[in-house]
């Protein structure tokens, strides 16, 4: 929806008792401000804005051209904001939802100095002509002589002073066509620029919390109010089609949401009572009612946001070394370009053999803006962190993208990261005869209904299968034992649950016993009063792909190794599980001892990578070179501690995120390479041949350009090279890619417990079936079999349709079109009726009308359990 980009900042303002003052009203205006060019204008921003009464904060974003204002719209209004920046020349306009970002068409300014300087090309016939190029240079340099201004009003040197500096210097010597092609070049490479940072921005917009809607519909009357005005616990209702409001558990109804926002996996993850959901996912199909969590400003996807916010304005390290040189590179030049032109000045007098000299220093004043060198890094960082960011893989600035890039060792964290931390119980033994089972469940389920281990959620279920219901609330003096267990008194008892470290902890002196079964390796101890009362053991399977993703780092030359508070025969469980991928297993350790282990690794492998699940990690991420907590269910706490946050539980995205780190490295160093090589290639040749200012020019905004465009390669092959695997040249590979990880994905997401286990084929979205993962945006749907031909009827209109369409559709690829209309997946043969079809359609899905038509269950154009379920966006 289309709209100015303005959004309440949390933390209102002070309402005095009499409401006399007006309240301040603290807002966040996104601006775009095309003439920001390098550092040099980020300072001139703060120093036009940050004294204005009312404005709280200032960030200026280089790569996307975008300055983030914080301010009291009661104070000052987004108009004069804009007034003040555009008053520098700095062409500043209010960002709308939607919008490209402005720029997509040359300035008249440009267009004509562009159509003056060419019209003085034809001086040699009609010598008066060449005054064009004069004028081509005044009329070009207009937007530049107005930052030029401000700059130096603001006592800095930028580009523009120094451009036109050249610029004078050029007329002067009579060389009115190199004036004009200085402007024009200049000005002309600017706007390249600008457009291609566009598509960047662009899309770190589209990214995430744009889409989150500012209102919700409270689900017992109807009622609409402001999604910032919703108290913790509210139910609020969900339709089909709609995005999530808020963050919180469903309450009632059942639906298939589309996480893609959050996770860069664009499924269907089915949700029903007490599943979580997130704000800014999409449900897709389905009536659900939601009991929020969190106020919206502190949902999972509005912190994300403030997090990648931070992440575009950190510097790295790499940045601010160079911006550090950068400092002293302009002075230093402008002193050495002053000093060719009066050494020789005091050495021969104002004679004709000063000409060169002054075209030297020119030469010089021109290579003085380290512009290329100053964008090198945060355009690649920026590009990086958006790709990333696309994957659901959130990272805290340009320094951990650098540090993922050096990493040398990864530390897994065993349960809910190598494993997907959902266990079932093998076995339950009473020991003794002390209790019977009744009350030993009733009082291990009491217990475990107070802890958030992965465990406890297994044994609470366990429980309820044999008819105990738990009663957390008859717990007292309850108390966790991280890496150990947990203890409480219930019923006057006093109760230790946990590995064999509790029964040292509860002064057990039972032997340490041995269950009889292997098929559960992680064993639980029951400990009442000092006696062993119970015994269970419990078993949990690796993650889809996490066998691939330790070989794929070991490809890499990284080792892996696992950290885990589990047992011995657990880590070796799981061990044998990923085909003993990993080079090095400890067990049984203390949230403390995995810290000491992650400081060992470090000092002995080099650069270290701890991947938790954040639960009890959180000192060992914080410990790691890189700490990336796994997720979306724990990221509450583990993105606030972590370094980077992988927001879906695709552990296969750990190689990639490092692998992205590496590249941005490379694009980093070799933009740094260039742009240094450009500068030196210039002055060597002035030295050596003789100064030509025009390609001085060229060099210096064509580097600009060329960095600006190799670091946005980062952004391009990241489609293209995840298409590849499974898509077949899709150039986007949503929809299938995800498909093919779903059921381990999905039944983690939703909290269900996995209907299939690794290594099985793929299921179907709609169907839970058995079929090929269906290609991208496709639309999945489950009907009848006596329906199937009249959907293949529907589906080859809409397949027609969507080709004559040309190439507005919105899923692009030329391959869809292609594509038979209608395929029907693998065949079941069970006997049921059901068939899943996928159809390869461009339109049907996108549409949001189309997809309530395919997700209205009363609809009869998709039949009885019509589920659709495209990965595509509406567009
Ligand atoms: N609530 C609990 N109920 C029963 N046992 C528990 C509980 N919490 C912890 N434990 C025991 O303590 C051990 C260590 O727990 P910890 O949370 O440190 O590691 P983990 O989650 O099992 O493994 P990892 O460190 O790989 O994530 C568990 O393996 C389990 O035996
Ligand atoms: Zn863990």
Not at 326 to 343: D, E, H, Q, S
Not at 789 to 800: C, F, G, L, T, Y
């Amino acid at each position: 929806m289309p709209g100015p980009a303005v959004e309440a900042a949390a933390g209102g303002g002070d309402h005095d008792g009499g409401g006399r003052r007006k309240a301040a009203a603290w807002e966040k205006t996104y601006l775009d401000v095309l003439g920001i060019c390098c550092t040099a204008e980020v300072a001139l921003v703060e120093r036009l804005l940050l004294p204005i009464d009312g404005v709280r904060a200032v960030t200026v974003v280089v790569p996307s051209r975008t300055v983030i204002v914080e301010h009291d719209t009661a104070a000052v209004s987004h108009l004069h904001i804009v007034k003040v920046l555009n008053k520098a020349g700095l062409e500043a306009s209010i960002r709308a939802y939607g919008g490209t970002g402005g720029g997509r068409w040359p300035s008249p300014f440009i267009v004509a100095c562009g159509a003056l300087l060419a019209a003085s090309l034809f001086a040699p016939l009609l010598p008066p002509l060449r005054w064009l190029a004069l004028a081509a240079a005044c009329v070009g340099a207009q937007p530049m002589l107005l930052r030029a201004l401000a700059a130096a009003g603001n006592l800095t040197v930028d580009i523009n002073i120094l451009m036109l500096i050249a610029v004078a210097g050029a007329a002067a010597l009579g060389n009115y066509t190199e004036a004009g092609a200085i402007v024009f070049l200049f000005t002309v490479a600017e706007w390249l620029e600008i457009l291609a940072c566009a598509r960047a921005s662009a899309g770190m917009r589209s990214l995430m919390s744009a889409a989150v809607p500012k209102h919700v519909v409270l689900a017992e009357t109807g009622q609409v109010v402001g999604a910032r005005d919703v108290g913790v616990g509210t139910v609020v209702a969900v339709r089909a089609g709609e995005v999530v409001p808020v963050d919180g558990v469903v309450v009632g109804g059942h639906s298939e949401v589309d996480e893609s926002s959050l996770t860069g996996e664009s499924f269907p993850v089915p949700k029903q009572p007490p599943s979580e959901v997130w704000a800014g996912t999409v449900n897709l199909d389905g009536y659900i009612s939601v009991r929020t969590t969190a106020l919206a400003e502190d949902s999972t996807v509005a912190r994300m946001e403030r997090l990648v916010e931070a992440a575009q304005s950190s510097r790295s390290k790499t940045q601010r070394l160079i911006d550090a040189c950068a400092k002293y590179y302009t002075p230093a030049v402008i002193v050495v370009a002053a000093g060719v032109v009066l050494v020789p000045l005091l050495l021969l007098g104002a004679r004709d053999g000063l000409k060169p000299w002054l075209q030297l220093s020119l030469v010089l004043l021109v290579s003085a803006c380290p512009c290329a060198l100053v964008l090198s890094t945060p355009v690649a960082t920026f590009c990086a962190l958006l790709r990333a960011a696309r994957m659901g893989l959130l990272i805290k600035g340009g320094d951990v993208l650098e540090s993922l890039g050096e990493v040398r060792v990864a530390a897994f964290d065993k349960t809910g990261t190598i494993t997907r931390g959902e266990f079932s119980i093998s076995a339950f033994h009473v020991v003794g005869n002390k209790v019977e089972m009744d009350q030993l469940l009733y009082w291990v389920s009491s217990m475990e209904s107070k802890s958030s281990h992965p465990m406890a959620a297994a044994l609470v279920e366990y429980s309820r299968t044999k008819s105990i219901r738990p009663e957390p609330e008859h717990v007292t003096e309850f108390h966790i034992y991280h890496g150990e267990g947990i203890y409480g008194v219930i019923s006057g008892k006093h109760i230790y649950i946990g590995n064999r470290k509790i029964m040292a902890r509860s002064s057990c002196q039972a032997p340490v016993q041995e269950m009889d079964d292997h098929k559960g390796v992680s064993i639980g101890h029951v400990i009442c009063d000092g006696d062993l009362v119970g015994l269970f053991s419990l078993s949990d399977d690796c993650r889809t792909g996490a066998a691939k993703a330790i070989q794929e780092l070991r490809s890499m030359g990284i080792k892996s190794v696992m950290l885990t508070g589990d047992s011995a025969a657990a880590a070796k469980h799981a061990q044998e599980q990923l085909g003993g991928a990993l080079e090095e297993l400890h067990s049984e350790l203390l949230p403390e001892d995995k810290v000491r282990l992650v400081a060992e690794l470090r000092a002995s492998g080099g650069a270290t990578l701890m991947v938790g699940d954040g639960m009890n990690d959180a000192p060992a991420l914080a410990a790691a070179d890189v700490g990336l907590a796994m997720g979306l269910s724990g990221s509450a706490a583990a993105v606030e501690i972590s370094h980077a946050a992988l927001m879906s539980g695709d552990i296969l995205r750990v190689p990639r995120a490092v692998r992205l780190g590496r590249r941005a490295r490379r694009t980093i160093a070799a933009n740094v390479a260039f742009s240094v090589g450009a500068k030196a290639a210039v002055l060597a040749l002035a030295v050596a041949w003789r100064p030509v200012l025009w390609v001085a020019v060229l060099a210096d905004v064509g580097t600009c350009l060329l960095v600006v465009l190799h670091s946005m390669l980062l952004l391009r092959d990241a489609a293209a090279a995840a298409g590849r695997p499974c898509c077949g040249g899709a150039s986007e590979p949503k929809a299938c890619c995800a498909a093919a990880k779903s059921p381990a994905a999905r039944s983690h997401l939703a909290g269900a417990p996995s209907a299939k286990r690794p290594g099985d084929h793929h299921d179907c979205h709609g169907c839970q079936k058995q079929c090929k993962p269906p290609p991208e945006h496709s639309v999945v749907i489950t009907i009848p079999a006596q329906a199937v031909a009249e959907h293949r009827k529907e589906a080859a209109s809409a397949h027609a349709m969507a080709a004559g369409e040309g190439e507005g559709g919105c899923c692009g690829g030329a391959s869809s079109v292609a594509a038979p209309p209608a395929a029907i997946c693998a065949p079941h043969g069970n006997g049921e009726d059901e068939v899943c079809i996928i159809i390869s359609a461009r339109t049907p899905c996108c549409s949001s009308k189309a997809r309530s038509r395919c997700g209205s269950p009363k609809d009869a154009g998709c039949k009885d359990a019509a589920v659709c379920c495209s990965g595509g966006k509406e567009r």
